[in-house]
């Protein structure tokens, strides 16, 4: 499944993913975007799989703040911008 959404006033936010048995799998984030540290992209990619396909906006958009290190910075995008583009890649 594919999904992309460009943040208003911001970057492209590209996502890739499988569902198995009602959970995401193999999640992919991509895009235009900036991020620091660069590992946090992979921390997001972890902490979104396995997330139930039904969690919901912001439930979403909870499991990628608590994914990311404390010192993660985010530029041109959102926790809720993920959300938006993973609901776009399920529907």
Not at 30 to 38: C, Q, V
Request: aromatic share 6%.
């Amino acid at each position: 499944m594919h999904g992309e959404y460009k943040v208003p006033g911001g970057k492209l936010v590209v996502i890739d993913l499988e569902v198995a048995q009602g959970r995401l799998r193999q999640v992919r984030l991509s895009g235009d975007f900036f991020l620091e540290p660069p590992e946090a992209l992979e921390a997001i990619n972890r902490g979104l799989d396995g997330l139930p396909a039904d969690a919901g906006a912001e439930g979403i958009a909870q499991a990628v703040r608590a994914a990311l290190p404390a010192e993660a910075e985010l530029f041109g995008f959102s926790p809720e911008a993920v959300a938006v583009v993973v609901q776009r890649a399920l529907s």
